[in-house]
């Protein structure tokens, strides 16, 4: 009718939320949106619910507590108990033997040479690792890290010729592409460490395992030289031209020994690994135990030779030389033992705090007395 119209419901039928209609001419489904008659839809699926109880709770704390603290004291004896000793051959102390390298620069000739002596109070007795350390060097900044070029490093020739555009301003020198590119690479730590154990003023050289000090998988899979005649690197590398801060070109990096030249240089793969934290040490050689009857390293007196070419003074940096041994936890790390301990002793202080409150006041009745 006019009226039903007018009132905007037309005599076909009813209208319904799902959007059907109802009677008259509607002939559709009727929709709904009620979800299906599913446990999961209906959220009737199993489910687990935790009840804190002082009968849950304290066990808990104090198992945490006795199985962390005997842990972290494992822990920090054992790393107390790696040898270590350090030099600073920064040379910022004017009665420092290297003072007179501070203002090296990177072409400095001839180069730059300083000797430390010093005193091993304690034997080494198994392994020692020889390690360079560096501090205020930002091998973190983003621009640093991506300044490098992994499928030229990983021996493909068009790559070799043609760096990528990430190498910049590395890229190229003299309208030739550099080999290896990227601030990284241009940047490598170049300094040569030499030791001597001295005796009766008669200085012995101790022998310096220069390879096995990168991870294999980077030895023998991201790094690689480019193909070709792997005898005649200098063919290999011809066109190309080194990094602007180093001396040499890199397939003289290691010439005595052609497996660790070029690409594949373990000094140049460690230092190509970038540190996360701006004070960081590398590994540079190895010293083996030799005899199981005498230590590595006897105490006594001992000289450090330094070729003095990698500058730091410029960003207010430092150098070091760090010997170590090592445990089956790696390297001194009392850190880690200190956490363990820490952590244990809060657990086990929590749950005495709260056994005796449970036990003072757990048993009190706490419902209300309600007056007649």
Not at 120 to 146: D, P, W
Not at 189 to 217: M, Q, S
Not at 337 to 353: D, H, N
Request: net charge positive; hydrophobic share 35%; aromatic share 12%.
């Amino acid at each position: 009718s006019a009226k039903e119209e007018a009132d905007g419901h037309p005599s076909g039928g009813v209208g319904v939320p799902g959007g059907g209609a109802v009677g008259g001419g509607g002939g559709g489904a009727v929709k709904t949106r009620k979800p299906d008659n599913t446990a999961f839809k209906q959220q009737r699926l199993p489910a687990w619910q935790p009840i804190l109880t002082a009968g849950t709770v304290l066990p808990a704390f104090f198992i945490i507590g006795l199985i962390f603290i005997p842990i972290g004291i494992g822990i920090f004896v054992t790393s107390n108990n790696i040898r270590e000793y350090e030099i600073d051959y920064t040379g910022t102390e004017p009665s420092s033997p290297c003072n007179k390298c501070l203002n090296v620069s990177w072409d400095s000739t001839p180069p730059c040479t300083c000797t430390i002596n010093f005193t091993l109070e304690h034997s080494f007795e198994s392994n020692v690792f020889m390690y360079y350390g560096l501090s205020n060097f930002y091998q973190n900044h983003r621009r640093y890290v991506k300044s490098r070029d992994d499928s030229q490093l990983n021996g493909d020739n068009s790559s070799l010729l043609n760096p990528s555009k990430e190498c910049e301003p590395y890229r190229t020198n003299e309208d030739k592409p550099i080999a290896p590119c990227g601030a990284i690479a241009n940047s490598m730590f170049n300094d040569t460490l030499k030791l001597y154990r001295i005796d009766n003023d008669t200085r012995t050289p101790i022998t310096l395992i220069k390879k096995g000090i990168a991870w294999w998988t980077d030895k023998n899979v991201k790094f690689r030289n480019p193909t070709g005649d792997g005898n005649n690197l200098t063919a290999l590398f011809q066109g190309t031209t080194k990094p602007v801060n180093w001396p040499k070109p890199v397939y003289m990096l290691d010439t005595a020994e052609p497996d660790n030249n070029g690409f594949i240089n373990e000094d140049f793969i460690v230092w190509m690994r970038t540190a996360a934290l701006p004070t960081f040490r590398k590994l540079y050689r190895l010293i083996e135990r030799k005899n199981n009857l005498q230590p590595t390293l006897q105490a006594g007196k001992y000289s450090l030779d330094i070729t003095y070419n990698y500058p730091v003074h410029s960003f207010d940096g430092r150098k070091r030389m760090i010997l170590s041994t090592i445990s089956w936890m790696g390297g001194k790390n009392p850190f880690l033992g200190i956490a363990y301990i820490t952590v244990g002793s809060i657990c086990f202080f929590l749950g005495v705090v709260l056994l005796f409150i449970h036990h003072k006041y757990g048993n009190r009745n706490t419902s209300a007395d309600i007056p007649n």
